[in-house]
């Protein structure tokens, strides 16, 4: 195949992944407006702060639930972190937050099918919960002791809050909800096609023997070499997933892929510099560990699984 035919076909083939999923798309795109534009993270915060009695798992599900970025989660966290909301919560939040959102949930559900989306949703969530309580076990030993890095985090008991505090967004109007819906979609678009056609394109170039020998099921080392890679490799939800895809049809296994895309989400360059600004080594060692660690155990998981659930 010469690189005019090889062009034809990575191009060709992300055509054609579009128009099988381009619903799906559409939905995630409009689940992704609405939550940008109604949900406030300043209520989100307060939300949290007032909630502690179940606050893993109340964070954990807010993590997942809502649609902020890293400086969202950033944010948040800053807000929670200037009482005296514990550790675990925190780390919940940031171990759950860059993995999945709802918006997230329907593009992968286009991408893998609805049980990888699922399970990518549940990992989220188990992972949340694990973060949090290992990060409330460290506490609990003192071992996250001045692990604050710009917020002092007082010791004395949380400041009267407003149960309704003010929300600072303007009415939602049909002009702004149209010119959110444009700038997301053609971001999107770009992603998924550039991103889709370069999969593709390798596709092409790297023998397909080679692909499942890395990453194929049944293969001991695929699963954490694509936890590894997720790492450096991960550029962002709208690009990393039509790759994976492209590299799925070439033999990757799905509890690769899974193991990959929460390496990757969970420790990008955006999530990493959000989560150094708010807290030191320690912290930040339970959240790295938390995911690759869960990375692996998840997909190994997920490729036993995937068998019995065909």
Wanted: aromatic share 10%; charged share 10%.
């Amino acid at each position: 195949m010469n690189i005019l035919e090889l062009f034809q076909f990575a191009l060709g083939k992300a055509w054609t992944t579009f128009s099988e999923l381009w619903a799906l798309l559409l939905l995630s795109i409009v689940i992704s407006v609405l939550l940008k534009l109604y949900v406030d993270q300043d209520r989100v915060t307060a939300f949290l702060k007032r909630n502690q009695r179940n606050s893993v798992a109340m964070s954990t599900a807010l993590a997942i639930g809502t649609p902020f970025c890293s400086c969202g989660t950033t944010a948040v966290v800053l807000g929670m972190m200037a009482s005296t909301v514990p550790w675990a919560p925190i780390v919940a939040f940031l171990v759950a937050s860059p993995l999945t959102s709802p918006q997230q949930m329907v593009y992968s559900a286009g991408l893998f099918g609805w049980p990888f989306a699922i399970a990518f949703m549940v990992s989220s969530i188990l992972l949340g919960l694990a973060g949090g309580a290992i990060a409330g076990f460290a506490e609990s030993r003192g071992w996250l002791t001045n692990q604050a890095r710009l917020v002092s985090r007082p010791e004395t008991a949380l400041p009267p809050l407003e149960q309704n505090p003010p929300s600072s967004r303007p009415r939602v109007t049909a002009q702004m909800f149209a010119k959110e819906f444009l700038d997301i979609t053609w971001k999107l678009l770009l992603m998924f096609f550039g991103f889709s056609f370069i999969g593709n394109f390798l596709n092409g170039i790297i023998p397909q023997d080679w692909i499942q020998n890395a990453f194929g099921a049944g293969n001991a080392f695929s699963i954490p070499l694509a936890a590894i890679l997720g790492i450096p490799f991960y550029l962002n939800t709208e690009a990393s997933m039509p790759l994976v895809r492209a590299f799925m049809d070439s033999g990757m296994s799905a509890g690769a892929a899974l193991a990959f895309l929460i390496t990757g989400a969970g420790t990008s360059i955006g999530a990493l510099a959000g989560a150094l600004t708010i807290a030191r080594w320690r912290v930040i060692g339970i959240v790295l560990g938390t995911l690759v660690t869960g990375a692996v155990i998840l997909g190994a998981a997920y490729d036993m699984l995937t068998p019995l659930l065909a």
